[in-house]
């Protein structure tokens, strides 16, 4: 424990320097010190951090083989074959294609859609009502 906690206290360390060198040309003394302690603090608990991620990954269970797998897919029939080919239709396609439309003789002719067309209603509104109207909306 005590050769990581070295290596905390140096990533630590390095992190003051780097902060306290970058904030001493623009600040005062206190104030680049305060800085490049808060620095070694967080540099301390990345490092931490970092080496308890790393010993937590280490200690993982390493996955299974390659070979066992291929092993167990060995022993295991479902999915060693598979049929890629597609059943010839080529006689139905062509029967579709041969066919003739029934009912040639009774060609109907081309009638474009007729929609009801919309019409304006006449209203019985007295033109002298509907400026009063105008004229009552115009104000609010």
């Not at 800085?35 to 951090?49: D, P």
């Not at 019985?124 to 009502?129: A, G, I, M, N, S």
Request: charged share 25%; net charge negative; proline share 6%.
């Amino acid at each position: 424990m005590s050769g990581k906690l070295g290596y905390y206290l140096l990533f630590g360390f390095i992190g003051f320097l780097i902060t306290y060198a970058v904030s001493a040309g623009n600040n005062l003394f206190m104030t680049s010190f305060i800085r490049g302690l808060i620095a070694f603090a967080v540099w301390f608990l990345l490092a931490f951090a970092a080496n308890w991620v790393i010993t937590f990954l280490k200690e993982q269970e390493p996955r299974p083989d390659v070979r066992d797998l291929t092993d167990a897919l060995k022993e295991q029939d479902k999915g060693a074959s598979l049929d890629l080919t597609t059943p010839d239709q080529s006689e139905e396609l062509n029967d579709l294609l041969k066919q003739t439309p029934k009912d040639q003789s009774q060609t109907q002719e081309f009638t474009p859609l007729n929609p009801p067309k919309l019409v304006k209603t006449l209203d019985d509104k007295d033109p002298e009502e509907l400026a009063k109207v105008v004229r009552h909306l115009t104000d609010k």
